[in-house]
């Protein structure tokens, strides 16, 4: 245990990975900082079933749409490396974005069957051709035998796991849970920027997502989707989408409900955007 060893430039991390691939796996969990107890939740899992875990800590500047919002984005590189100092065996990758996008970085969007469009990519257009596009350039630099991501970001998911099959990446996509704090609140870095009150006003979200849950599937899908929005209205959030999709095309239901169907919300707290998701 100790302060984890930061590597700033993909050459020294690669040589350093390439040695411990000699004695088993190497896990990977990509992050852009302001670790929380999800992320350290996906580090404890990918120790379970690595030798040697790289966790890059990275604010991409290509998956935001909103100047504001990369730059109100929460920066706590000292803080990250002590929460991780309680692992053994865990590295972090730190770069700068010219490390990540040398000059020679060459990238064409890659065709995610839509899944790239539908929800948050209506609201954030081009963010998960953003998404893609670093983690296509950080699987080629760390090439790590598994990668661990959060449910909390439910779509992006379903995009790296359509991405990793497009371009054929030999890398395992391992999904963990959500992490709530007690009172449901799915954990997320951009709750560092809510305020009490707003920490309070956010459990709407959760909470109308249970409510919608317990309507069960007697209902269809657009009715219960109208009795969650006027559920949430209730509140003093603005809600940027509400929709029951298709687990697997992220298609909206509205008549039928499918074998899988999750219901994905954005919405902002005071000024915050917060995204969460629950399977219905
Ligand atoms: O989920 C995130 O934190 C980011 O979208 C990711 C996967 C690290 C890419 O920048």
Same mark, same amino acid.
């Given at each position: 245990?100790?302060?984890?060893?930061?590597?700033?430039?993909?050459?020294?991390?690669?040589?350093v990975?390439?040695?411990? &691939?000699?004695?088993?796996?190497?896990?990977? !969990?990509?992050?852009?900082?302001?670790? =929380? =107890?999800?992320?350290?939740s996906? #580090?404890?899992?990918?120790?379970?079933?690595?030798? /040697? !875990?790289?966790?890059?800590?990275?604010?991409?500047?290509?998956?935001?749409?909103?100047?504001?919002?990369?730059?109100?984005?929460? +920066?706590?590189?000292?803080? $990250? *490396?002590e929460?991780?100092s309680?692992?053994?065996?865990?590295? #972090?990758?730190?770069?700068?974005?010219?490390?990540?996008?040398? &000059?020679?970085?060459?990238?064409?969007? !890659?065709?995610?069957?839509?899944?790239?469009? +539908? /929800?948050?990519?209506?609201?954030?257009?081009g =963010?998960?051709?953003?998404?893609?596009?670093?983690?296509?350039?950080?699987?080629n630099?760390v090439?790590?035998? +598994?990668?661990?991501?959060?449910?909390k $970001?439910f779509q992006?998911?379903?995009v790296? @796991? @359509?991405?990793?099959?497009?371009?054929?990446?030999?890398?395992?996509?391992?999904?963990?849970p959500? =992490?709530?704090?007690?009172?449901?609140?799915?954990?997320?870095? @951009?709750?560092?920027?809510?305020?009490?009150?707003g *920490?309070?006003?956010?459990?709407?979200?959760?909470?109308?997502?249970?409510?919608?849950?317990?309507?069960?599937?007697?209902?269809?899908?657009?009715? !219960?989707?109208? *009795?969650?929005?006027?559920?949430?209205?209730?509140?003093?959030?603005?809600?940027?989408? /509400?929709?029951?999709? $298709?687990?697997e095309?992220l298609?909206?239901?509205?008549?039928?409900?499918?074998?899988h169907?999750?219901?994905?919300?954005?919405?902002?707290c005071?000024?915050? +955007?917060l995204? $969460?998701?629950?399977?219905?």
């Amino acid at each position: 245990m100790g302060m984890p060893t930061v590597y700033t430039t993909a050459h020294v991390l690669s040589s350093v990975i390439s040695t411990a &691939k000699k004695s088993g796996k190497v896990g990977f !969990v990509p992050t852009m900082g302001a670790l =929380h =107890h999800g992320h350290l939740s996906l #580090v404890n899992k990918a120790l379970e079933e690595n030798v /040697l !875990v790289v966790v890059s800590i990275f604010v991409n500047p290509t998956q935001f749409n909103n100047a504001s919002d990369l730059s109100n984005y929460p +920066r706590t590189l000292t803080t $990250d *490396l002590e929460l991780l100092s309680v692992f053994d065996n865990v590295i #972090v990758y730190a770069p700068g974005v010219d490390d990540i996008y040398p &000059k020679n970085d060459f990238f064409e969007p !890659v065709d995610l069957d839509g899944l790239d469009t +539908r /929800l948050e990519g209506e609201f954030r257009p081009g =963010h998960f051709q953003g998404v893609v596009h670093v983690v296509r350039n950080l699987f080629n630099i760390v090439q790590p035998h +598994r990668a661990y991501f959060g449910e909390k $970001d439910f779509q992006q998911l379903a995009v790296i @796991r @359509r991405m990793v099959k497009r371009l054929n990446f030999p890398i395992e996509i391992v999904s963990c849970p959500t =992490h709530r704090s007690e009172n449901g609140l799915a954990l997320s870095s @951009r709750n560092m920027r809510l305020t009490e009150q707003g *920490l309070e006003d956010a459990l709407l979200i959760s909470q109308t997502l249970n409510y919608m849950k317990n309507l069960g599937h007697d209902s269809t899908p657009s009715k !219960v989707m109208e *009795l969650g929005t006027a559920y949430f209205s209730k509140g003093n959030l603005s809600l940027e989408y /509400l929709e029951i999709v $298709d687990a697997e095309s992220l298609m909206l239901l509205t008549n039928q409900w499918s074998a899988h169907s999750v219901c994905c919300i954005a919405a902002y707290c005071e000024d915050v +955007r917060l995204i $969460d998701n629950l399977a219905l």
